[in-house]
Structures are given as C-alpha cells and as structure tokens.
C-alpha cells in the first residue's frame, strides 16, 4: 500500500514537474514574440506582478516590508526610458507606489468585509489623520483643479494607509520595527555610496552636491531630510545594551556612514534640525513636563512675533554665501539678503500667505500650490531661481503648503498632529519601564522631530521617500502605546486572513 502511495505521489510530482516547465516554456515563448511584433516588453513584467499579488493575498507583512526596501531605490517612472517603458505616462515613483496603490485597493476590501479596530480608530493620533483626511478629501470637493487633487489625495492615502493603518498591525511583533528600520537603512546606504561615488568627480563642492543623488532623490534636502531622519535612529541601535554587540557595532558603523553623508549633503536645514532634536532629547532625558515645555514655546512664539521686524533687520544684514568653508555654510542659514535659496523661501511663503488670505476656509485645493502660486508673486521679493512654473518644488513647507491649499484648517491638521505625536512620545517615554522601549520610542520620535522642524523649510511628504519612514514611525510609536495598555488590536491582518494581512 505504502508503495502504491509512493508511485501515486511521484507520478503527481511528475506531473507538476511536466506542467510547470512547459508553462514556463510557453510563457518565455510568447513574452519573446510580444517583444519582437509589439515592441514592448511589458509583459515580461507579468511574473513579478503575480508575485506582488500573491504576497499581498498571502503574506501583506512582508509585501510591506519590501517597499520600504525599495523605497530609496525608487525612481519616478518620469526618469525611466527603455523599452519596458517607453509608452507609460504615469508620474509615481517605481516600484514603491504602484504597490502601495495596490495595498490601497486591498486595504479597502480589506475595510469593508471586515472593519477595522475600534481601539485603534480612537487612538488620539489616529483621530488627527482621519479628521485630516477627511478635510483633505472635503477641499478636494471644492479644488480649483479637482483632478490635480484628487490625484494627490490618492498619494497621500496609500502612503498613510500602507504605514500607518496598516502599519500599526505590523509593528505589533517588536522583529518587524527592527526589520523595518534596518531595511530602509541598508537599502540608503547603497545610495549613500552611489551619491557620495559621485560627488567625489565634483570634489565634494557645494554646487556639486545639490543633484548628485539624482534620480534617487530630488536634490540634496530631500536626501539630507531622510539622513537627519535615521541618525537619532542608528545612534539608538548603536547605543542599545540590550541588543547583542555585534548588532550595535554594524549600528554604528552606518551611523559614521551616514554623519559624512549629511555633512557632505550641504542640507542646512538637516543640520539645523538634528540639532533642535538634540535640544528636545535633553528635556526628554531630565523629564521636563509638558506643560513647561508648552508654556515656553508659547513664551518663544510671543516673543518672536514681538521683535519680528527687529529679527528681520538683524537677518537682512547677513550676507554669509553657502561654501566650503563650514562656519560659512553655517552662517549663510540666516541669510536673507543674498542667499538665493533662502530669498525663494521667503518669496514662496509670501505666495502662500497671499494664497490663503484669498481662500483662507477651503484653499485652492490639494496639490494645487505649485500650479497656481505663480500670479502671487510680488517682484521685488522674485530671486534668479523664482518661475512662473512650480519647478524646484512646491510651498516649501508642510505647514504653510496646507495653509494655501486647504485654508487655515489645513495648516492646524498638521500642527495637531506634530503636537499628538509629541504629546504621545513623551507620556511614553516617562511611563515605560523597559529601557528597551524607551530608547525605540526615544530615537524614533527625535527621528520624526528632525522632519517636523524640516518640514518648516520644505515639504516632502508628497514623496515616497518621506512618507514611508515618516507615517511608519508614527505607526511604530502608536503600536507601543497600545500594547503597553494591553489593548489587543485586531488580529485579522494575518497571513491566513481575506486580506493577507500582517502577522500572527
């Protein structure tokens, strides 16, 4: 009996050894002719797409985790010419956003048969993002150009849908936060290499290192963003006794790695920012309480108001051009008088200003500033590098951007939720016990300061780039504060669940 059985299975095993070789033969066979009559090699694609579909029924964890793999790696379909892509007109950024619009699609069957956690949709956090999703969606209804919005809002979704929503199931196992942040790390790295390979023709200059990243990133303050991002980060996996010691030293080898980056990126605002980061750890190491820190930021923003046009007489004296030399690199931060690059900051938040004021209720819509600030600037406040057009990005701000394009509403949503998540990491850190959490909760919510103060100076959320590691940090933070009140969130994101969700 027991060799019947044998025979039956070997003659199966043969059977789907036979299959799957002429399927293979079959499919390379047809992909050949669509390529030589068609001229396209799209189909060659088709493996890899029923691949992404399998992980995302199967197993969406790691589907998840393989974007933010991919996510430094990614290049806006725009850069990419050859014969796989040459008849696509689509402007998103590959292979990262064509997936995490799919785990969009998912995530919302994935809603409608199942629900999502009660306990997570009353999280304070996550009250902000829905609120400021549905206002998005509410000025998206009264945009001045809806489908401009309307494609940005699908951007914005699938990044906090993928991370954050998706994202705080995710984090529920403490590996995948390890995995998560080692992942987008490591695969830096290989642009940090490929960037600095590239700046050394231009001797490491100034000028050289504003768009040696390219096409990776941007230019230089997107890729200095994401590096004063991940450094609070790696300096707590260096310093984390209870990782083993191997793991810290690999940690600290790439913080090194990524301190020259950021040095070599010339990013001032990256340098500024890691240093208020700095400052916000100190109050958090001697347990300043919130309501101090609060009182005198309030104090801070009074006094700021107060001696403005003093301030801004002090500033337009400094004349400190961006160099080699770091004192001067350094100095030219306040310059307001010549530095081009800071002149445009000022002539693009004027325009939003002047934006809002004409719509301060709904704005003009999502992802319109850039589209529509031009007629609002005023000549004597143009620079070199000013244009009609929104080239070299949008309001250079994630607060005033909002402000223009979703009135003032807009601008409080992202405020609220920089003050949620400052409320929510220090509550954390003061009431956790494991130092293990602790140094986690520290590391990333000075990671996420580093973006809230740049994001005075640019705006990057629009990009997957920012949005991964920005929306899963929050996510990451959320996912802690739950389990440690015990509360036990839906466990329907599994490998074996409708959704392929994220683990059991």
């Known amino acids: 009996m027991k060799e019947e059985n044998n025979k039956i299975i070997l003659l199966t095993n043969k059977k789907q050894f036979v299959l799957f070789y002429f399927l293979t033969f079959l499919f390379i066979a047809f992909d050949t002719w669509f390529i030589l009559r068609k001229q396209s090699g799209l189909v060659a694609a088709a493996p890899i797409v029923l691949m992404i579909v399998y992980f995302a029924i199967f197993s969406l964890d790691k589907l998840i985790l393989f974007v933010v793999f991919c996510t430094p790696f990614s290049i806006d379909l725009g850069h990419i010419h050859d ?15 064509p997936i995490m619009f799919g785990i969009l699609l998912l995530f919302i069957f994935l809603l409608a048969y199942k629900g999502i956690d ?23 209804i009264t945009s001045t150009m809806p489908v401009v919005s309307v494609k940005y809002c699908i951007e914005r979704l699938w990044g906090i849908v993928t991370f954050y929503f998706l994202g705080v199931y995710l984090f529920n196992k403490r590996k995948n936060i390890y995995a998560f942040v080692w992942l987008y790390v490591i695969s830096f790295t290989g642009i940090i290499i490929y960037t600095t390979a590239r700046h050394a023709k231009f001797h490491f200059s100034e000028k050289g290192a504003h768009n040696v990243m390219n096409p990776f990133y941007n230019d230089h303050t997107a890729y200095g963003a994401m590096l004063a991002m991940f450094i609070p980060v790696l300096m707590g996996l260096a310093f984390n006794r209870s990782r083993p010691l191997y793991t810290r030293l690999i940690a600290f080898v790439f913080l090194l ?12 605002a990256s340098w500024v920012s890691l240093i208020v980061a700095l400052a916000v750890f100190l109050l ?14 309030c104090i801070g923003a009074v006094a700021l108001f107060s001696f403005q046009k003093k301030i801004v007489m002090k500033l337009e004296k400094n004349n400190k051009e961006v160099s080699q030399d770091i004192s001067s690199e350094i100095q030219s931060i306040s310059n307001i008088s010549s530095d081009a690059s800071n002149r445009e900051r000022l002539n693009r938040w004027s325009c939003a200003y ?19 600030y031009g007629t609002y600037q005023i000549f004597s406040q ?18 005033l951007g909002p402000l223009a394009e979703q009135g003032l509403l807009g601008m409080l949503c992202f405020v609220a939720l920089a003050v949620a998540v400052f409320i929510l990491s220090f509550r954390l850190y003061y009431r956790l016990k494991d ?7 520290a590391s990333l919510f000075l990671g996420l300061i580093t973006y809230f103060i740049h994001g005075m100076m640019n705006d990057f959320l629009d990009s997957d780039k920012a949005a991964v590691p920005f929306w899963g940090f929050i996510a990451i933070l959320v996912a802690i504060d739950m389990e440690s009140k015990g509360v036990k969130i839906w466990k329907g994101a599994s490998a074996t669940s409708v959704s392929g969700s994220l683990a059991e």
């Not at 009660?118 to 998206?140: R, S, Y």
């Not at 958090?284 to 930021?297: C, P, R, S, Y």
């Not at 130092?435 to 909760?441: C, N, T, V």
């Open 354 to 372: 002047r934006m809002f004021l004409d719509k301060p209720y709904f704005g003009f819509g999502p992802g319109t500033y850039m589209f529509k």
């Open 257 to 268: 790695i990524f301190i020259i980056a950021i040095g070599l990126s010339y990013s001032r």
């Open 435 to 441: 130092r293990e959490m602790k140094i986690i909760i």
């Open 118 to 140: 009660k306990h997570l949709v009353n999280h304070p956090v996550t009250l902000v993002i829905i609120f400021t999703l549905f206002w998005m969606i509410a000025t998206t």
């Open 382 to 399: 143009r620079t070199i590098i000013s244009t009609n057009l929104g080239r070299g990005g949008n309001a250079h701000s994630e607060y």
């Open 284 to 297: 958090m190491l001697f347990k300043i309480k919130l309501k101090t820190i609060f009182i005198a930021l």
């Open 83 to 97: 014969v796989f892509l040459e008849q696509v007109d689509v402007n998103a950024a590959f292979p990262s956003e």
